[in-house]
């Protein structure tokens, strides 16, 4: 499948919409909240969950602009990359990552505006290409930040049955 900008960039913009309302107002709390993870994998929060996200979307834009990834980052297995991510953020501020998150979507609509047409067209691709702009991004907002949110509502809910 072919692809073309216009399409690439208001699917990463209806799912950056998507998830910039989930936790745009999360509290200092809420950013806390574990989401489902094996055992076995480093303990992310919301907060961590949205600073993966982030991070594969700004290789998209290192890819669009023909950059390495930063040398730290070279040569590693995806359960690697996640813990320097993890490493990396899971001491800084929800707010910190909340603009980071934000600054990435604009840098990326612009990369995504200069790229040249053969970024998107110049090969058969998959229907979900790029798939950490929309696809990764969904399923992380949706199996992680909602679920754990929706695990704190369900508390809440028990908890105060009349809405209290």
């Known amino acids: 499948m072919h692809h073309n900008r216009e399409e690439v960039i208001k699917r990463a913009t209806h799912e950056f919409k998507l998830l910039d309302h989930l936790v745009a107002n999360l509290t200092n709390q ?14 992310w929060t919301a907060k961590d969950a949205l600073a993966h996200i982030t991070h594969f979307k700004a290789n998209i834009i290192r890819s669009i602009k023909g950059q390495r990834k930063p040398p730290e980052e070279r040569g590693l297995n995806i359960t690697e990359e996640n813990h320097v991510i993890y490493m990396r953020w899971r001491n800084r501020p929800p707010q910190e990552v909340l603009a ?40 992380h907002r949706i199996k992680d930040i909602e679920q754990a949110l929706a695990v704190t509502a369900r508390k809440t809910s028990r908890k105060n049955p009349k809405g209290n």
């Open 100 to 139: 980071w998150h934000r600054q990435v979507q604009k840098d990326l609509l612009a990369a995504l505006r200069a790229a040249p047409d053969e970024w998107f067209t110049g090969r058969d691709r998959r229907p979900e290409w790029p798939y950490d702009l929309d696809a990764h991004s969904a399923y």
């Open 30 to 43: 809420d950013w806390k909240r574990r989401v489902p993870r094996p055992e076995t994998k480093d303990p």
